[in-house]
T-cell receptor
Framework: EPEVTQTPSHQVTQMGQEVILRCVPI?????FYWYRQILGQKVEFLVS????????KSEIFDDQFSVERPDGSNFTLKIRSTKLEDSAMYFC???????????FGPGTRLLVL | KNQVEQSPQSLIILEGKNCTLQ??????????LRWYKQDTGRGPVSLTI?????NTKSNGRYTATLDADTKQSSLHITASQLSDSASYIC????????????FGTGTRLTIIP
């Protein structure tokens, strides 16, 4: 069964460093999303992406964040200058059509020191 | 502000027993409601998705109900198994065209033998 994959599974970085989290959505899906989950808290929407552009973003998704689909398979989240409070699990998700089930990846656990 | 509230926060039941988890939401305009299962350290996995015109949907031992008038949903698990131990998250989608999910904080369910 097709699944969303994410790399790396864990990332440790120093405050102020740039990180890129990578996702490979399910191949025939057209809508892509990033979410984060701070330890012990609920999942929070960051951004949605369709047709090579951002379609919706939350107030969390400030200028430090960017997303890109550099080729036909990868979908990346870049955090330009990490802060301690960026430490969280980051989930990528995709679906074939908006309002349909979103399929989540296993997540990347980011720790900012 | 769109919100999703769940109860109880945590629940412990014996293997083989049934349980019901509750969800109340204030999301407008409402598009659909989903229940996800999230194992610790993993991405959420979809169980059910219901539009406003559906008031019940089953997936194996999981049965979700929706009352769009009172803005309440429940997830009933029958004949619980040890593998049902997880967080169960109620997620509501607002119909803004571009999908933006609002997540509940989840109910942490523990099944004991």
């Amino acid at each position: 069964e097709p699944e969303v994959t994410q790399t790396p599974s864990h990332q440790v970085t120093q405050m102020g460093q740039e990180v890129i989290l990578r996702c490979v959505p399910i191949s025939n899906h057209l809508y892509f999303y990033w979410y984060r989950q701070i330890l012990g808290q609920k999942v929070e929407f960051l951004v949605s992406f369709y047709n090579n552009e951002i379609s919706e973003k939350s107030e969390i998704f400030d200028d430090q964040f960017s997303v890109e689909r550099p080729d036909g398979s990868n979908f990346t989240l870049k955090i330009r200058s990490t802060k301690l409070e960026d430490s969280a699990m980051y989930f990528c998700a995709s679906n074939i059509q908006t309002q349909e089930t979103q399929y989540f990846g296993p997540g990347t656990r980011l720790l900012v020191l | 502000k769109n919100q999703v509230e769940q109860s109880p926060q945590s629940l412990i039941i014996l293997e083989g027993k049934n349980c019901t988890l509750q969800c109340n939401y204030t999301v407008s305009p409402f598009s659909n409601l989903r229940w996800y299962k999230q194992d610790t350290g993993r991405g959420p996995v979809s169980l059910t998705i219901m539009t406003f015109s559906e008031n019940t949907k089953s997936n194996g031992r999981y049965t979700a109900t929706l009352d769009a008038d009172t803005k309440q949903s429940s997830l009933h698990i029958t004949a619980s198994q040890l593998s049902d131990s997880a967080s169960y998250i109620c997620v509501v989608s607002a119909n803004f065209g571009n999908e933006k999910l609002t997540f509940g904080t989840g109910t942490r369910l523990t099944i004991i033998p």
